[in-house]
T-cell receptor, first 113, second 114 residues
Framework: DSGVTQTPKHLITATGQRVTLRCSPRSGDLSVYWYQQSLDQGLQFLIQYYNGEERAKGNILERFSAQQFPDLHSELNLSSLELGDSALYFC????????????FGEGSRLTVL | AQSVTQLGSHVSVSEGALVLLRCNYSSSVPPYLFWYVQYPNQGLQLLLKYTTGATLVKGINGFEAEFKKSETSFHLTKPSAHMSDAAEYFCAVSSSGGYQKVTFGTGTKLQVIP
């Protein structure tokens, strides 16, 4: 158990819909990262937050947005969903200052029909 | 800028044979290097890491990796493969300080043949 909690574990929805994925980082970790993993794209970095502020942006679509709240949990919002958004979405967290070791949650599997 | 390149998206070895997964990195500052493992339907978990000090790093499940600055490599090895080692392995690089941007390689799927 990494200490990172992601909900929901599985989600099935239709094209055009909007979903929210939630992540609770390990106790004490200030950084939260979101990754998308699909068969054709591999593990893609989406976005990183540190103590509530966006710190780095990767291949995140404009239809996607994220935020980190004062209690340090984070949410990833996916809107106007397309079939190609079907993937595993991982959240990871790390300590404020350190080696950059990430602790991953078990992922949220999104299926868009 | 930093990046990692994993050579070989799929590697097959026989049970009991040497496992060698290759990773080369590029970094403008001294890197921190990692290997993560992902078992089917699970998240990634840290296998081992190099930050500073000893260049030969030992991890869990009998894996080890050697940081070679002259070759910009951080290859993962295990002397004898076990069926339970079948998984996907990711090499990653980050830099010291700051907010630790972590860059992952494309992954190598290890198949262990009985």
């Amino acid at each position: 158990d990494s200490g990172v909690t992601q909900t929901p574990k599985h989600l099935i929805t239709a094209t055009g819909q909007r979903v929210t994925l939630r992540c609770s980082p390990r106790s004490g970790d200030l950084s939260v990262y979101w990754y998308q993993q699909s068969l054709d794209q591999g593990l893609q970095f989406l976005i990183q937050y540190y103590n509530g502020e966006e710190r780095a942006k990767g291949n995140i679509l404009e239809r996607f947005s994220a935020q980190q709240f004062p209690d340090l949990h984070s949410e990833l919002n996916l809107s106007s969903l397309e079939l190609g958004d079907s993937a595993l979405y991982f959240c990871a967290s790390s300590v404020a200052a350190g080696s950059g070791e990430l602790f991953f949650g078990e992922g949220s599997r999104l299926t868009v029909l | 800028a930093q990046s990692v390149t994993q050579l070989g998206s799929h590697v097959s070895v026989s049970e009991g044979a040497l496992v060698l997964l290759r990773c080369n990195y590029s970094s403008s500052v001294p890197p921190y290097l990692f290997w993560y493992v992902q078992y089917p339907n699970q998240g990634l978990q840290l296998l081992l890491k190099y930050t500073t000090g000893a260049t030969l790093v030992k991890g869990i499940n009998g894996f080890e990796a050697e940081f070679k600055k002259s070759e910009t490599s951080f290859h993962l090895t295990k002397p004898s493969a076990h069926m339970s080692d079948a998984a996907e392995y990711f090499c990653a690089v980050s830099s010291s300080g700051g907010y630790q941007k972590v860059t992952f390689g494309t992954g190598t799927k290890l198949q262990v043949i009985p």
